[in-house]
């Protein structure tokens, strides 16, 4: 510490950068930058030694896989920040702005994976990280309808979703798919002397398990892609999110409706009033389909 | 009805070790043996017969009796 000047610093100010004022007067809790929860054994080294040298040698995991350092001194919270930055690791967000992307594992290593996850996530971060909205704003990507990331209850979420279809010509009549479809979405019909299993599409949740589980593979992803998710939050006043579309082919589409929910976030959102109690104010229909431009 | 070749009652066995024994009991088979494996509703069913498929196995029925499923499973290429 070079200078001993008292230390100062805005509370709307700090909170941009991550610093999170703790009751005791003085001491801020460090709020990390994590993508997906996913930090490097070598961050963690990092994050280790600041929470060592400048906190009381704590570190605070987030019910959204974000990282805090407690316990640190106002006096030192510049020179733990640029110690952190040298590893790679930036700070959080807190305040009326886009938090970090939480997300689950994924098609990179989850057999039930619908969609690359941590690729989302990253593209999520990188637009929109850090960037004001009118309340804080939320957003997970989770690979599939066991929704292991919490899609549902964030602001914006992702999740990974398949519409399966039938192949008589390969169904081997073994039973097994009704009786584990999680919706009892599956039934099994007799239609002159033959056994035909019929989908309930709107009792679907648009999981794997069928497919995957199917010993022929008569069960296939028919449509298959992104569920867009808006709307979700807990906390305070909780609220579900909202399917604003789902099977979403690509990525470009993807990112596409992601900008306008945002948007239209930005421009109807009061103060204090997350997306999801928007769209409750403004009526969830007609929102979604100016939103999907229709 | 299929010709079972081995019985094997795993009801109150829980995940993973149903899926070790079944896995053992199709170890003393020939390929197309028939194993008749009884599991409990829940992660059983839901889990040992994607886990088969996996390994190769096939499932041939799934027969609901009470709270567990009958289950024949075809061994697969060893
Ligand atoms: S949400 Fe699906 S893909 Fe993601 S970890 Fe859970 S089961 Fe796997
Ligand atoms: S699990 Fe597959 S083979 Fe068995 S009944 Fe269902 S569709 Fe047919
Ligand atoms: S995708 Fe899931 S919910 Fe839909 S039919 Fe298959 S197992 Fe049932």
Redesign the interface.
């Given at each position: 510490m070079s200078e001993a000047k008292p230390f100062q610093l805005d509370p709307n100010e700090s909170r941009k950068v991550g610093y999170i004022p703790q009751k005791q007067i003085d001491y801020y809790a460090l709020r990390l930058h994590v993508i997906a929860g996913d930090l490097s054994a070598n961050q963690l080294k990092a994050v280790a030694e600041v929470a060592e040298k400048y906190g009381r040698g704590e570190v605070h995991i987030s019910t959204r896989q974000g990282m805090e350092i407690h316990f640190v001194h106002a006096s030192n919270l510049d020179t733990a920040r640029l110690e952190l930055d040298a590893a790679g690791i930036k700070m959080g967000a807190c305040g009326p702005r886009v938090r970090i992307v939480m997300g689950c594992p994924g098609s990179a290593t989850c057999k039930f994976g619908i969609i690359e996850t941590k690729a989302i996530a990253k593209e999520l971060d990188r637009r929109y990280f850090r960037t004001d909205t009118p309340y804080k704003f939320k957003m997970s990507v989770t690979g599939c309808s066991h929704n292991c990331a919490k899609a549902t209850e964030n602001d914006l979420g992702v999740m990974g979703g398949l519409l399966p279809a039938w192949d008589k010509n390969i169904c081997?009549d073994?039973?097994?798919c009704v009786?584990?479809c999680p919706t009892k979405a599956i039934s099994k019909q007799e239609v002159n002397g033959k056994s035909e299993y019929v989908l309930e599409e709107s009792a679907c949740i648009n999981c794997s398990?069928c497919t995957?589980?199917c010993?022929?593979n008569s069960w296939t992803a028919s449509k298959s892609g992104y569920t867009l998710l808006i709307g979700g939050t807990l906390g305070k006043i909780p609220r579900l999110a909202s399917v604003l579309k789902k099977y979403i082919p690509t990525e470009e589409e993807l990112f596409n409706l992601v900008e306008r929910s945002i948007d239209f976030y930005r421009k109807n959102g009061r103060k204090k009033e997350r997306f999801g109690h928007t769209l409750d104010r403004l009526g969830l229909e007609t929102v979604k389909k100016e939103i999907l431009g229709e | 009805m299929t010709d079972v070749a081995k019985r094997l009652d795993l009801s109150g066995v829980t995940c993973p070790m149903n899926f070790v024994k079944t896995k053992i009991a199709l170890d003393s088979l020939d390929q197309g043996d028939v194993l008749e494996v009884v599991l409990d509703e829940g992660d059983p069913?839901?889990n040992v017969?994607?886990s088969?498929?996996e390994e190769g196995h096939?499932?041939?029925?799934?027969?609901?009796h009470g709270e567990t499923?009958i289950v024949h499973v075809e061994k697969g290429r060893v």
């Open positions: 081997i073994c039973n097994l009786n584990i398990v995957l589980s010993p022929v | 069913i839901s017969p994607r088969l498929k096939r499932v041939l029925k799934v027969i609901p499923f």
